[in-house]
């Protein structure tokens, strides 16, 4: 869950995505008719010497439309176009967090398989140390000879060394 809420590449998509919704609700205008309310208030005064001053205040409000008649489509296809854009990204963006969603996993169980091979190569190393104690045990005896241990010292480097193998890679 870490890895979707600061992959920065998801946010970046994210943002994308939002940006195609803002241009399909840009278009979207064009396709609509155009109402905007204007309003004014106006006052003057006029010094009328004599008589006095007089006062002027004008009040005016108008509300004017346009509507574009679109013969040939133009708005309605570009609306069409902008909605078919933003469905793509919304698309991408999912592909996206699916990939990283999949990437995590894999790392994941990749993990665990390692860990699993690091126990199991320990286990091995325990049991090959076990066996050389024995081997000495029947050296000293006479019933082994020292090709066996040199051989069981060799399965025990081994070991060790594929242990620091996996803790590399861990």
Do not use: C, K
């Amino acid at each position: 869950a870490i890895s979707l809420e600061d992959n920065l590449n998801l946010q970046a998509a994210w943002a994308r995505l939002g940006q195609a919704q803002a241009f399909t609700d840009r278009m979207r205008g064009y396709v609509l008719p155009h109402i905007s309310l204007d309003s004014s208030v106006s006052r003057s005064r006029i010094d009328g010497g004599l008589f006095g001053a007089m006062e002027h205040t004008q009040y005016s409000l108008s509300t004017p439309a346009a509507y574009e008649i679109d013969i040939w489509g133009r708005a309605r296809h570009a609306l069409e176009a902008a909605e078919l854009d933003a469905l793509a990204m919304r698309d991408d963006v999912e592909a996206l967090a699916t990939t990283l969603a999949a990437q995590v996993s894999e790392s994941w169980l990749d993990l665990r398989y390692l860990w699993s091979m690091r126990d199991l190569v320990q286990q091995q190393l325990e049991t090959n140390a076990l066996f050389e104690e024995l081997i000495l045990a029947r050296l000293g005896q006479g019933l082994a000879s020292a090709a066996d241990i040199y051989q069981q010292r060799q399965r025990i480097d081994a070991n060790n060394a594929q242990l620091v193998l996996l803790e590399s890679r861990i």
